[in-house]
């Protein structure tokens, strides 16, 4: 299962980043691929591409705001959780979403 990503919080600083490595950690130990893109104070970074966003099965979205460009996922399986879930168990979010 390809899963790409998107985390963001309202200051962008911490909780965004730290949500996007808990999410490629635990993506590494469960044997799932996933792309994360980071939506805070620096921007968007690690951009998903058109491409990254044709060939995913899921989109994961992180967060507790709105995200930037959200019409890039049109017609795709979308499933948003908060961050804060992310941060208490990214293994369990993406167990849940593998299943």
């Known amino acids: 299962m390809k899963i790409l990503a998107v985390t963001a919080c309202p200051t962008g600083i911490a909780h965004t980043y ?3 490595e808990a999410l490629q950690k ?3 130990k469960l044997g799932l691929k996933i792309k994360v893109e980071t ?13 990254d966003i044709a060939g995913a099965d899921l989109v994961l979205i992180a967060s507790d705001i709105e995200i930037e ?12 959780v ?3 879930s992310v941060l208490l ?11």
């Open 18 to 20: 730290m949500a996007a």
């Open 26 to 28: 635990a993506a590494d």
């Open 39 to 51: 939506q805070g104070a620096m921007g968007l970074e690690n951009v998903l591409t058109a491409r």
């Open 69 to 80: 460009q959200k019409d890039r996922f049109l017609g795709c399986a979308i499933r948003q």
């Open 82 to 84: 908060s961050l804060e």
């Open 89 to 99: 168990d990214a293994a369990g979010v993406l167990k849940t979403l593998s299943a």
